[in-house]
C-alpha cells in the first residue's frame, strides 16, 4: 500500500522560502515511471498542479510558477520536496503531494505536451503565508 505523508511549517511569512517534504512508503520513489507531483488548492479555488520529479530526477513545472518552483529528492530517505520561493499570501493553499503517470499528448495545434494522472495522494497540509 502507496502512503504518502506531506510535512513542513503551516506558517510561512510573505517573502520567504515555503519548504516542504514528503515521505513515501510502500513505493520506490526511482521506479520506473512513477511521477512524483505537487499540488495545492487555494481556500475557494480549484487545485493546481504545481510541478513533478520522475523516477531519474527530471522535473517538470508548471509554467506559471516555473521560476519560483524547485522540486528535489533524496534517494536515500524515499522522499521529495518542494520549495516556493518568494511566497505571498496568495500562496496560502492546502499542498499536496501524489504519485502518478504522465501522459503525452501530440497535438498538431501546441506539440507534445504532458498531463499527469495522480493515483496516490497526501492527505494534504495547511500553509498560511502571513506576517
Known amino acids: 500500500q502507496v502512503q504518502l505523508q506531506e510535512s513542513g511549517p503551516d506558517l510561512v511569512k510573505p517573502s520567504q522560502t515555503l519548504s516542504l517534504t514528503c515521505a513515501v512508503s510502500g513505493a520506490s520513489i526511482t521506479a520506473t515511471y512513477n511521477y512524483w507531483s505537487w499540488l495545492r488548492q487555494p481556500p475557494g479555488k480549484e487545485l493546481e498542479w504545481m510541478g513533478a520529479i520522475d523516477y531519474d530526477g527530471a522535473t517538470d513545472y508548471s509554467p506559471s510558477l516555473k521560476g519560483r518552483t524547485a522540486i528535489s529528492r533524496d534517494t536515500s530517505k524515499n522522499q521529495f520536496s518542494l520549495q516556493l520561493r518568494s511566497v505571498t499570501p496568495e500562496d496560502t493553499a492546502v499542498y499536496f503531494c501524489?504519485?502518478?503517470?504522465?501522459?503525452?499528448?501530440?497535438?498538431?495545434?501546441?506539440?507534445?505536451?504532458?498531463?499527469?494522472?495522480?493515483?496516490?495522494w497526501g492527505q494534504g497540509t495547511q500553509v498560511t503565508v502571513s506576517s
Open positions: 501524489a504519485m502518478g503517470k504522465r501522459i503525452t499528448t501530440l497535438q498538431a495545434s501546441t506539440g507534445i505536451t504532458h498531463s499527469y494522472e495522480q493515483t496516490n
